[in-house]
């Protein structure tokens, strides 16, 4: 599995930098968009990284979908999540909850 990181030049470099090879270069709406379609059509990818900025700009179906994505778990970094936590992400995914 993979871990995928989406957003701009500037919020992928650290992700580059710490080895991670699957970074997406995306500055414009309609990139970002194409660029998360893309990435949920992959089955090798696990974990997708995305700025919380981020997934306000894309459109309402996409975020639905990423919202109740179990393969690729999505987690964003920075802002709100969309109301679900990590620890109800990993639950999700995984299928117990590693809190208890």
Do not use: C, H, Y
Not at 53 to 58: A, G, H, K, N, T
Not at 62 to 67: A, H, K, N, P, V
Not at 73 to 78: A, E, Y
């Amino acid at each position: 599995m993979e871990i995928a990181v989406i957003g701009n030049s500037d919020f992928i470099l650290g992700f580059r930098l710490a080895g991670v090879e699957m970074t997406i270069a995306a500055d414009s709406d309609e990139k970002l968009a194409e660029a998360v379609t893309g990435v949920l059509d992959d089955s090798s990818v696990g974990i997708l990284v995305l700025k919380g900025s981020d997934m306000e700009r894309l459109p309402e179906r996409i975020r639905t979908t990423l919202s109740e994505s179990v393969q690729p778990t999505v987690i964003t970094i920075g802002g709100e999540e969309g109301g679900v936590s990590m620890r109800e992400k990993i639950k999700r995914a995984v299928g117990v909850d590693l809190w208890k």
